[in-house]
């Protein structure tokens, strides 16, 4: 007995004593990259960007003794590299970084959209294949040449920009007037028969600050009396991210973009609408807002007889926020009636975007999906030459909308 | 030879930790890398395969069962020499030992490939394999009763995860992935149906078992219960077509593990990987301690050994040196797709029904 | 030094006493054996075997021979051990009744007469010197008379022993405050006022070569199954040892697997806990000496429950025994999952979490694993140290330890806040056991849990863990398995495990502990106000 107690004694220690050998990492040493870009770099190589978090920073000046309160330090950076993959840029940072880059918390990658136009297959094997990046983090194209600035543009909100990125894509039901896209679903999108990908873009909108107070520039610098109240803790940005509207890829190219109606079309097909206001005209040349609370969407190949065609069926129920007309909403006819203008302007959106999508010959709508469901055999008649095939086809968009409540009241404040 | 069995293995097990071995033993593997092959074979289909292997699955207990059941003090090694003859039968028991032991290398093979790709990837594989051998070494050695009781414990835990992470995943379920049914016709579904056939159809591994279960009422409750058990198991490892798609599963080497990657509970927990990691390790780990013991009993008599416990250790060690033999990911996938169906359906079906066949027509029984 | 001055006099001094004692008083050298004691046996002449007894007695200074008349005519002796009699009787009671009170006769006094005069509660006759001797040692009076061959075992222990008290390891809320003190007879009388039956069989046997340790093994007949207490006097009656000064003696010597960490006989000071455990079925083993009486067989879970289960609302017994479960998990597994996420997979932290963390870890100088052993061990020292030192020291110590230490080595930078909170935690969890033994099993476990966390990931947690399972599904208490009910699957007696169901429910006794006698609760208990009893409710 005591030799086999020897025995798995000294098993254990042989087993445990090269700890720290193998795959152990301390925390301190990962440089944990919140966000990653691809960029165009020269010569048609790939330049990539990953954003640090630097822990130490982002806790503050609790710890010790490390600098008071406030933002001295920034508490990100970022590293730059490029090469002919993504992988080789990425091992290329390892030569700058002082720490061992860590990527399971990426939370967004970034494509500039030129890399994007020139097809995204070979870009997003490296994230496709990675145990490290997780296929529920965000895809994001941004416009041409912005994507440094994107990821760089600082925000009192969010310390850190990548978390500022999913914040916005976190509510983008407050709008859904852009259309992220999860990397996984991208992939799934790009690879789906009769669906073509898309994901939203981000683009740089200027601030409303006064010249020469850009980053980092003087805080005494007085403005209005408005702006004081920020200006005293950190310097305004000089620009601010703006999510808007959707890539629109046909394969793994991007070959266009939807504006943010649009996009909200494209969403209302796929039934993703999930929030946003719709303003909508109720007559006498006025408006009232809707709420939207919740959509559904159907797409069936047309029955039988007569050219193939598509039935998109919408479903939608909404709130009233504001009314600007003197209509009693306490009717049920009214509100009837205000349901069908909305209606009518959802169609409105989806033919807009079935339009600019029609332009671009991508099916991001996943018409051939809903005909490969539905009509197998048909579908594989077609599959070859849908991008020629489908924009030519009719489709017919039923919305049915419905306003349930009305706000806590009825009618307008009438001036006497 | 009944006497001498019982010399082999003292302890008793009931019915219910039976079918819980049982359902360890075909879930540990199967979960892991079927979802994979009946994407590649039925693609949207794959839930089809999956109902037809079960209704397959029905035909195994039908053969398995009746077998067991007539000789209830015998184990497969001793009963296929009173049904064959010494000679014939040591060669059907030889066979079945043959099988066994490459069965348990391809377990360690498993624990240290899972381990080294997705979890621990410049560990050493030997550490893996030295880890898993030595606990089912020791849990084999110390009998029946006691591995027995740890997979009581271990599998609800690992059911209970695997119907948690299906849970998790449902809200990303998208049942149009399934859409269109049976666009290639059967023929795919009936090849993705056969090695998930072949997994299910492990049942006959209670044919080494049966002698040492205490009382055997309800066993075809058990069996067809535990069949309905793996249906829904393998169901979860279907929903990855449902998740990603066909398309995309197919791509996958573990699309389960993929799905487990999905889970995102309010970004707080997710990334659980290393603990489903650690429940298919647990599974593993048990179907080897299983395979080993079935080996080492199956050994000890078909060579007429009073005691199974030396035949352990040397066992292990020849398991763990075969385990290294087979390099890649893809070959082991190969095997699993195009030659396991087969080995399997001799293995799992057409051997026992051949037994059963010849016992019936000599009236040979032993279940007085 | 003026204490230690004191304290060497103190004892310096008998010491020297004892050393006048010139040795020829002693008879002989080598010690007297029981086997020759019990050939021994009583002359009828009282000289002699008073002569016989100072012979074996006679190294002892306190033992005491009081000769005297019956009645002022015969010859006789009360022998005892100053110090182990109860005085006042042996004064009072005893001598008063044969010297003063003996009724004139001119007849010897036989034994029998004698016994009848005798006013002691328990009395009985020895023939050899071992049985006298055993019980002088004992606190018993022993009578000589001169021209018997036999003499007489009086009752009369009346040494001091601690007073019931509440029992420190194991203290409710609600429940009885009741512990055993270290006198056996009261602690089996504790027993007795808690189950009034004759079916509550105390056997009693001495253990201990030298030390002759009264040792009883308590059971219900009828309910305990034969078998068992067929098997614990068995392992009992082997045992051959020198002294038992402890029930942790008798528990190593007759637990099934030496070499496990596991405790496999569960030791309680709570009488009720002990009344409850025969009820069920099992046997208890109450040794003079100590609190602590040993309770067998004892399944894995039944040391997670504590007493006050059964007496709180069924709800809060389970809600408290869930968390007690968790705690258990914890206080073994929590600083290794610690380690190996933050070392291992760092992808499962929340990403602010992780932050956070590596924030914190900014600046220790120590490896996570190294930094969590320190810090365990530096608490596993301060608890010690809590636990040896005078109480009110004590507190001191584990303030300064705890708030000092610890809020000075997290400014300093050794050690991040986390895993502070980390042993912390651990360390309550493991108080959260109420069986100190189990609480000691997890704390001995966690070192080697927290060296594989380090050097394998979850991976090395994992293979800690099936290592333990294993083992504890390989072992059995007194031959049952000690996972059930979990493992062998009985599900019948589920209802005692993570969820205490109200008493009304919990009908059968544990399965494998009474066969014969299933039930303990009537069927249909179950209260119906206004349905059942006399009193049915106003309606």
Sequence with gaps: MWRRVAFAALLFVTLTLPAGCWDQREVEQLGIVLATAVDKGHGGQLEVHVQVVIPRALAGGGMGGMGGGGMTVRPYRHYSATGATVFEAMRQLSMEAPRRLFYAHNQVILIDEEVAREGLREVLDFFDRSTQIRRHIWLLIAKHGQVHEVLMAPSPLELIPAQRLVGMIRERSLSSRFAPQRLGDFVEMLEAEGQEPFTALATLVPTRVEKGKGPGGGQEAGGREGDRGVSEFAAEPRANIRLSGAAVFLGDRMVGALDERETRGLLWVRGEVRGGSMTVPCGEGKNITVEILRSRARIEPREEGGPLGFVVQIRTEGNVTESHCRKDLRQPEVMEELAAYQAAEIAKEVEAALTRAETMRADVFGFGAALHRKKPELWHQVKDRWPEVWPALAVDVQVEARLRRTGLTNIPPEPK | MGGRLRDLERGQISLQQLYFLLFTFILATTDIYMPHIVAVKAGRDGWLAVLLAALEGVLAVLVIIPLGLRFRRQTLIGFSRQILGFWLGSLVGLFYIYNFVTHSSRQVWHVSELMVTAFLPTTPKVVFIAITVVLAGHAVRRGLEVFTRVNDLLLPVGAFTVLLVAALVAKDLDLRNYLPVLERGWKPVIDGSLPLFGHVAQGYIILMFLPFVGSVRGIYAWSFGTLGGLLAMLGVGVMAIGVFGAEVTARFPYPALELVRMINVRDFIQHLEALMMLVWFGGIFLKYAILLYMTSLAIAQWLGLRDYRPLVWPLGILTAALSLLPPEVQEVTEFFARVFPGFALVLELVLPAFLLGVAVLRGVRDDA | MLMWHLLFRKVAKPLKRRGKVPLKHIARQEPYRDRELAAARLSRDLEGNIRALRAVLGGCQDFVTRSFRIGGSW????????????????????????????????????????????????????????????????????????????????????????????????????????????????????????????????????????????????????????????????????????????????????????????????????????????????????????????????EFVVMLHAAEDYYQRYLLGTALRVMRYLAFAASLLLPSAYIAVTTFHQEMLPTRLLMSIAAAREGVPFPALVEALLMEISFEALREAGIRLPRPVGQAVSIVGALVIGQAAVTAGLVSPLMVIVVAITGIASFMAPIYDLAVTARLLRFPMMLLAGSLGLFGVMAGVLAILIHVAGLRSFGMPYLAPLTPVKPADWKDVAVRAPVWALRARPAQLAPANRYRVARGLKPYPGRTGPAGGGG
């Design chain 3, 75 to 298: 010859p006789a002796a009360v022998v005892t051990i100053d110090g182990m009699v109860d005085k006042a009787f042996l004064n009072e009671v005893l001598l008063r009744n044969l010297i003063v009170e003996w009724p004139g006769s001119t007849l010897r006094p036989t034994l029998d007469a004698l016994r009848d005069r005798v006013p002691a509660g328990k009395i009985q006759e020895c023939r050899n010197l071992q049985d006298l001797v055993t019980g002088v040692l004992a606190g018993d009076a022993v009578l000589l008379v001169d021209g018997e061959n036999r003499g007489l075992v009086v009752s009369a222990e009346g040494y001091a022993s601690r007073a019931i008290s509440e029992p420190a390891s194991e203290a409710v809320v609600r429940g009885p405050r009741e512990g055993f003190t270290e006198n056996l007879r009261v602690n089996l009388s504790l027993l007795r006022r808690r189950i009034h039956s004759p079916n509550l069989i105390v056997e009693e046997i001495r253990l201990g070569r030298i030390s002759h340790t009264p040792v009883a093994m308590v059971y219900l007949r009828g309910v305990a199954s034969r078998e068992l207490v067929g098997e614990v006097r068995r392992r009992l009656n082997r045992i051959d040892i020198d002294g038992v000064l402890e029930s942790a003696y008798l528990e190593e010597l007759i637990e099934d697997n030496p070499y496990s960490p596991f405790p496999q006989v569960l030791a309680t000071e709570r009488p009720d806990k002990v009344a409850a455990a025969l009820l069920e079925g099992r046997v208890a083993v109450l040794t003079n000496g100590t609190p602590f009486a040993l309770i067998a067989p004892t």
